[in-house]
């Protein structure tokens, strides 16, 4: 089946540095990728679409100077959170779309900002 | 605009005995329907979709869902509960229309526990 991946799993970083998290599809092409945040016992909320060679677009309330997603290749998207801060604590998730209808997800990325 | 309804954060069940986690959509067009369970620290893991056809799909893990046009539901089921089915599920829809874009619209969610 279509594998997703994501680095780093895990990643604390001090208030005000950026973290860069990457999003991978490891057996297929995608030419749309989602970055989703998840806060504890929460849904998912889409934050940006991510389509290759373009730029991403964003929901409304995310801010595209803080949250940079880069899409340079059908199977890499970049999610970087730029000057982190605590309230940026979240658990990242991405998908990459396949076939138009299916979206295969990532296993995550638990972002502590101190 | 299309949405998802979960109404319950909560369902208890014990081991053996039949589950249903329930998922009511809205959607302007046609939808495909997804459900994908959530393990703690984990990403989404995908048990079964409708696109198109039979309305009662099969899914991985002995689960299956109903689709109900008429009612708009996509219940998830299982005719025996394990106490490792105790995750988070989320119920998703997405318009199949083709102007309507690829994305997802998932549901709060719903905290399944199977106790012994």
Request: net charge positive; aromatic share 12%; hydrophobic share 35%.
């Amino acid at each position: 089946g279509a594998v997703v991946s994501q680095h780093p799993s895990r990643v604390i970083c001090k208030s005000g540095t950026s973290v860069k998290i990457e999003c991978r599809s490891l057996d297929f092409q995608a030419t749309t990728m989602f970055w989703y945040r998840q806060f504890p016992k929460q849904s998912l909320m889409l934050m940006a679409t991510s389509n290759e060679g373009s730029k991403a677009t964003y929901e409304q309330g995310v801010e595209k100077d803080k949250f940079l997603i880069n899409h340079a290749s059908l199977t890499l998207s970049t999610l970087t959170v730029t000057s982190a801060h605590p309230e940026d604590s979240s658990f990242y998730i991405c998908s990459a779309d396949l076939a138009g209808y299916e979206q295969y997800f990532g296993p995550g990325t638990r972002l502590t900002v101190t | 605009a299309q949405s998802v309804a979960q109404p319950e954060d909560q369902v208890n069940v014990a081991e053996g005995n039949p589950l249903t986690v329930k998922c009511t959509y809205s959607v302007s067009g046609n939808p495909y329907l997804f459900w994908y369970v959530q393990y703690p620290n984990r990403g989404l893991q995908f048990l079964l979709k409708y696109i198109t056809g039979d309305n009662l799909v099969k899914g991985s893990y002995g689960f299956e869902a109903e689709f109900n046009k008429s009612q708009t539901s996509f219940h998830l089921k299982k005719p025996s509960a394990l106490v490792s089915d105790s995750a988070l599920y989320f119920c998703a829809v997405r318009d199949q229309g083709r102007n309507a874009g690829n994305m997802l619209t998932f549901g709060g969610g719903t905290r399944l526990m199977v106790k012994p």
